[in-house]
């Protein structure tokens, strides 16, 4: 019926303009008013160095300003739960010469790396497995991962607190742990651990950001900040902190509430780059 064809465009057509004007004032925020906001001006907070060339919501950015801070000394990642493997926390280093161990329970992953560019193969180790409390300082172990390393990333969406926790006996440099940004910053909450569990799809999933500020304290890490669209949380040993970030490093301070897919993606499609 041509009613319902045109009532259709319409709500299609006002869907667009939505999102385009949710673009355009997302990069008015985030390119420029950030700096001058009262929260965000601090240069010793992270917010305003968000970047995207393989992440997906800026962390290439904050990864790259913390390593300038902070140094890096192998140059070597872990990264658990790289998903797409042009969309992910450590794809970017690999173009900037670092290396690194990739682990994940979809093998496509895998099979892109054996039938890709010659650098992946000469720079990463993959490992298919769905991570859980008790295999996961085993996986690393079967990937020889020093036990001290730059960076250690981790998203698997239901079971990233206990993953961490279990990792107690590796000592990275950087930690960016993914965060259920819903839960409110003054509340220790983690889900309850079962090693087969997978995400649902609901807001029930992973741990809260002071939950994951009191862990990282006791394995000696500082939250030194979150990224602007609430998903993922940085970390810092303790060791390294100095004067470098905006205190107190608490997640009242430095959480950032859930605001899914507001990063503008600029630029052309996501492409591992080749280059150094």
């Given at each position: 019926m041509?009613?319902?064809?045109?009532?259709?465009?319409?709500?299609?057509?006002?869907?667009?303009?939505?999102?385009?004007?949710?673009?355009?004032?997302?990069?008015?925020?985030?390119?420029?008013?950030?700096?001058?906001?009262?929260?965000?001006?601090d240069p010793r907070?992270?917010?305003?160095?968000?970047?995207?060339v393989?992440?997906q919501?800026?962390?290439?950015g904050i990864?790259?300003?913390?390593?300038?801070?902070?140094?890096?000394?192998?140059?070597?990642?872990?990264?658990?739960?790289?998903?797409?493997?042009?969309?992910n926390?450590?794809?970017?280093?690999?173009?900037?010469?670092?290396?690194?161990?990739?682990?994940?329970?979809?093998?496509?992953?895998?099979e892109?790396?054996?039938s890709?560019?010659?650098?992946?193969r000469?720079?990463?180790?993959?490992?298919?497995?769905?991570?859980?409390?008790?295999?996961?300082?085993?996986?690393?172990?079967?990937?020889?991962?020093?036990?001290?390393?730059d960076l250690l990333?981790?998203?698997?969406?239901?079971?990233?607190?206990?993953?961490?926790?279990?990792?107690?006996?590796?000592r990275?440099?950087?930690?960016v742990?993914?965060y259920?940004?819903?839960?409110?910053?003054?509340?220790?909450w983690?889900?309850?651990?079962?090693p087969?569990?997978?995400?649902?799809?609901?807001?029930?999933?992973?741990?809260g950001?002071?939950?994951?500020?009191?862990l990282?304290?006791?394995l000696?890490?500082?939250?030194?900040?979150?990224?602007?669209?609430?998903?993922?949380?940085f970390?810092?040993r303790?060791?390294?902190?100095?004067?470098?970030?905006?205190?107190p490093?608490?997640?009242?301070?430095h959480?950032?509430?859930?605001?899914?897919?507001?990063?503008?993606?600029?630029?052309?499609?996501n492409a591992?780059?080749?280059?150094?």
């Amino acid at each position: 019926m041509p009613g319902v064809r045109e009532l259709h465009h319409i709500r299609s057509t006002l869907a667009d303009l939505h999102s385009t004007l949710t673009r355009i004032e997302a990069i008015r925020l985030l390119d420029f008013d950030l700096r001058a906001h009262p929260r965000y001006g601090d240069p010793r907070r992270l917010l305003c160095y968000a970047g995207q060339v393989c992440s997906q919501n800026g962390e290439d950015g904050i990864i790259h300003e913390i390593f300038r801070r902070v140094g890096a000394t192998s140059r070597i990642f872990v990264e658990i739960g790289v998903g797409d493997e042009v969309e992910n926390n450590t794809a970017f280093l690999l173009s900037q010469g670092w290396s690194g161990r990739w682990i994940d329970g979809d093998p496509a992953f895998l099979e892109r790396i054996k039938s890709g560019p010659e650098f992946l193969r000469k720079q990463l180790s993959g490992l298919v497995s769905f991570v859980t409390r008790e295999n996961a300082a085993a996986l690393l172990a079967q990937l020889n991962v020093p036990a001290e390393f730059d960076l250690l990333s981790v998203d698997i969406d239901q079971n990233t607190y206990y993953i961490w926790e279990a990792l107690s006996g590796f000592r990275p440099r950087v930690v960016v742990v993914e965060y259920n940004s819903s839960i409110p910053s003054d509340i220790d909450w983690k889900v309850s651990y079962a090693p087969d569990r997978v995400w649902d799809g609901s807001q029930n999933f992973g741990a809260g950001l002071k939950a994951l500020e009191i862990l990282g304290r006791q394995l000696g890490y500082s939250l030194v900040g979150c990224e602007f669209c609430g998903v993922n949380a940085f970390f810092v040993r303790n060791d390294l902190v100095g004067d470098k970030f905006a205190e107190p490093f608490t997640s009242e301070n430095h959480h950032e509430p859930p605001r899914y897919g507001c990063h503008p993606r600029l630029g052309h499609r996501n492409a591992l780059l080749d280059g150094q």
